[in-house]
């Protein structure tokens, strides 16, 4: 499948990275689908990415009306948890019979359980009321996994730290062109990316391992140095881990790494800030339930119990509703 257009849906530190990358390749038209001052700044200056190697820019054509921009060939998705039920609904326009989504996001995906038994209904964690299912064509759809740390210094200009990882393929496992294709276009623009037989498993591997850092990082305030230095606090993180990883095997995604061995490669890390802990220092919304809420439902579903992972969802959610970052009950 030939692509001439790509749309970013959520220009902030992530869709930043790939529109900025994609359009100064300059192999296809990046568009980006935005509001507020980062509209306004992609309005004026286009994509900016500044990297270890210098700034990387390109043109871009921005809206905070998808009817402006039309059918795309490739939607990326890149907006926080919390603001995927509301973007979904407003997505239509760009999305013609043949245009691929992929989900650049932390977490859970919507799609993750689609075909399980006993996930007829989507998770209420990540899509309460299959407002995204809906939106969404499940046959278009390709799953999507990031390792790449950035930040916004301020709304449009994207700093890079490390990472350019993008694994990519198809929702119920297997390779496909379309997927191969997308591949590509992405390493044609520099990503190290990756074309995976089971993009499912590498999703859930990456949350597993971010499934505590992010949380107890955003309550307590310490890097994640400090989190894993702390003995009862990584004791904590490593049961939490064993009762994901039990869930994870039931849903055909076994974690064969111990818990410990996974703390030895985040140590590696050092003094590092999680997004989430970056998310409750500026005073933006937790993305709790993709990560933590997901799993805690998917164990009440499959009948495993979480008393760790449930503490800790109830521990943060009542620290984000007390500090107007989560929604009150």
Not at 56 to 68: F, Q
Not at 110 to 133: I, K, N, T, Y
């Amino acid at each position: 499948m030939e692509m001439r257009k790509v749309c970013i849906v959520g220009a902030g530190a992530i869709g930043g990275l790939i529109g900025a990358r994609l359009a100064a390749a300059g192999e296809v038209e990046v568009s980006a689908l935005a509001r507020g001052a980062t509209l306004q700044a992609l309005r004026t200056h286009g994509w900016r990415l500044q990297t270890a190697l210098g700034a990387v820019t390109g043109p871009a054509r921005a809206s905070e009306a998808a009817a402006e921009l039309g059918e795309q060939d490739l939607v990326v998705i890149a907006v926080k948890g919390p603001a995927l039920t509301g973007v979904a609904r407003g997505l239509a326009p760009l999305l013609g019979p043949r245009t691929l989504v992929l989900p650049a996001m932390n977490g859970v995906p919507w799609w993750f359980c689609q075909g399980w038994p006993g996930f007829e209904e989507p998770l209420r964690s990540v899509d309460p009321g299959g407002v995204v299912a809906r939106a969404i064509p499940f046959d278009q759809v390709l799953g999507c996994v990031v390792h790449a740390s950035t930040f916004t210094s301020e709304p449009g200009l994207v700093v890079h730290r490390m990472g350019d990882g993008l694994i990519v393929g198809e929702p119920r496992g297997g390779r496909s062109e379309r997927a191969e294709g997308v591949v590509q276009l992405l390493a044609r623009a520099g990503f190290n990316a990756t074309h995976s037989a089971d993009v499912r498993f590498d999703a859930w591997f990456k949350l597993w391992g971010n499934l505590t850092m992010n949380p107890v990082s955003a309550l307590t305030g310490a890097t994640v140095d400090r989190v894993l230095a702390d003995a009862l606090v990584r004791d904590f993180c490593s049961a939490a881990m064993r009762e994901a990883a039990a869930i994870g095997e039931r849903l055909g995604c076994a974690v064969a790494q111990s818990p410990e061995d996974r703390h030895a490669v985040t140590a590696r890390l050092g003094a590092v800030k999680t997004s989430m802990l970056q998310d409750v220092e500026a005073g933006r919304a937790l993305e709790l339930d993709a990560i933590v809420g997901a799993v805690h439902e998917m164990g009440q579903r499959l009948g495993v119990p979480t008393p760790n992972v449930s503490a800790l969802l109830g521990l943060t959610r009542l620290f984000g509703r007390v500090r107007g970052l989560y929604p009150q009950a």
